[in-house]
Structure formats: C-alpha cells, structure tokens
C-alpha cells in the first residue's frame, strides 16, 4: 500500500499550487481520503476529505472557498487544489485513506493507510 504526495513548493501569497496523491496496492473508491498538515511545531490539522462513495467534501474553516479536493478513481489519484494561498498554510501536507464505512467525516483514528508529506512554502 502506498500513498505518494506531490505537488508541493514555494509560493507567493495569493498563488497556487496543486497537490496529488497518487495511491497503490488498494482499492481507492472504497476509501475516503483526507489531506492533513504539519506546521512546525504545530500539530497535525485535517485540512479536506472526500468520500468514498458519494462525493461527499468537507473542509477546514480556514481553507474553505480558497481549497477544493477531488478525486479520479480511475487514475487512482486525489487533488487538492490550492488557491489565495496564505502564509499560514505553510506546512507539510500529507494525505491518507480512511476505508469505507468510517464516519463522515473520518475521525484521525479511522485513518489506515498514510503517505509521505510534501511541503508547502507560503513566503513573498
């Protein structure tokens, strides 16, 4: 099982940037999949989450309106993508699956299967 986030860089406030999971070794429509971040020194915040099945989203209130998920299940891929991006989203994203029949929306603990973080550089 592998989760592989990509996407990441440095960025100009207001900028945007597109970040991919691109997921192996499970079945991605029978899972939801969350996008995480890790400040330093912070902890850990769910930023978006989509369903498995009927495509349902949710978001932090800080990135709603500016972050939105999707997913292709036929490229076995998640997106975030990420607009009017502020310093304050600076972090490592990470993205993990929680498998269907978690709660909506999936608690930390649901989450099974985790990814590598990208990194994320908000800075004029």
């Known amino acids: 099982v592998q989760l592989q986030a990509s996407g990441g860089g440095l960025v100009k406030p207001g900028g945007s940037l597109k970040l991919s999971c691109l997921t192996s070794?499970?079945?991605?429509?029978?899972?939801?999949i969350g996008w995480f971040r890790q400040a330093p020194g912070k902890e850990r915040e769910g930023v978006s989450c989509?369903?498995?099945?009927?495509?349902?989203?949710d978001y932090v209130e800080s990135v709603k309106g500016r972050f939105t998920i999707s997913r292709d299940n036929a490229k076995n891929a998640v997106y975030l993508q990420m607009n009017s991006l502020k310093p304050e989203d600076t972090a490592a994203y990470y993205c993990?699956?929680?498998?269907?029949?978690?709660?909506?929306?999936?608690?930390?603990?649901?989450?099974?299967?985790w990814g590598q973080g990208t990194l994320v550089t908000v800075s004029s």
């Open positions: 070794g499970f079945t991605l429509d029978r899972y939801a």
């Open positions: 989509i369903s498995a099945g009927e495509r349902g989203t």
């Open positions: 993990a699956a929680a498998p269907l029949g978690s709660r909506w929306p999936p608690g930390l603990n649901q989450y099974k299967y």
